[in-house]
């Protein structure tokens, strides 16, 4: 029996109508290195966001997980290292909710690493010929609140989980001068990549 990864992404948020995490992970093939990929949108939301994805993982028991955010302003695709206990940004969520310094879960701990082959992702994309680097922050917006939980979630259940920023895609930024972004082909070719080496990596055991 195969196994199954798990890869989320994103509805729009903020002034854009699309958001590159999903665009990617919906084009993703049905099947990376002997894998069943199973895709699914998330709300930007910091209660939803994360709900929903832990109720995925109840529902489909994914061998491993990988969630995948837009991080505007980054030219490359940055697999995440830890989520902290820490919510922040100046943007509201898509409920309209703004926090402004306050923890995700006061009793939880400070962070939580992921679990995912971190390295070997970044290999992998680069590999693909698509730019790469291993991020130690994922913000403190929806994108870490819900590497926070789901990295906490992972290891309660000890499969590997974590997360992965990908840049704007070129159709975002025509107006947006000096913003960094990659053709929406290549973040996937490079998301792809880290997929394959996640999948590479459960093989191994």
């Not at 509805?11 to 665009?23: H, I, K, L, Q």
């Not at 209660?47 to 490359?76: I, K, Y």
């Not at 107006?175 to 990549?193: D, H, N, Q, V, W």
Request: charged share 20%.
């Amino acid at each position: 029996m195969p196994v199954k990864i798990l890869v989320t992404g994103f509805e729009p948020f903020g002034p854009d109508a699309v958001n590159a995490a999903w665009e990617a992970v919906s084009r993703l093939p049905e099947a990376i290195g002997g894998a069943e990929i199973v895709k699914r949108r998330l709300p930007v939301e910091y209660e939803a966001g994360p709900a929903r994805l832990e109720a995925l993982v109840e529902e489909l028991a994914p061998d491993a997980v990988l969630s995948v955010g837009q991080a505007a302003g980054r030219a490359a695709l940055t697999p995440e290292l830890v989520g902290i206990n820490w919510k922040d940004a100046s943007l509201p969520d898509n409920a309209g909710v703004l926090c402004q310094g306050e923890p995700i879960d006061p009793a939880g701990a400070d962070a939580h690493f992921s679990s995912l082959p971190v390295k070997e992702m970044v290999s992998a994309i680069r590999g693909a010929g698509v730019p790469a680097q291993l991020s130690l922050s994922a913000g403190a917006y929806i994108c870490n609140a819900t590497l926070y939980r789901l990295a906490g979630l992972a290891k309660e259940r000890g499969i590997p989980g974590g997360f992965l920023h990908v840049p704007c895609c070129c159709e975002q930024t025509l107006e947006k001068p000096g913003c960094p972004s990659l053709p929406l082909p290549a973040i996937t070719a490079g998301l792809e990549a880290a997929v394959g080496a996640i999948a590479e990596s459960l093989r191994k055991g």
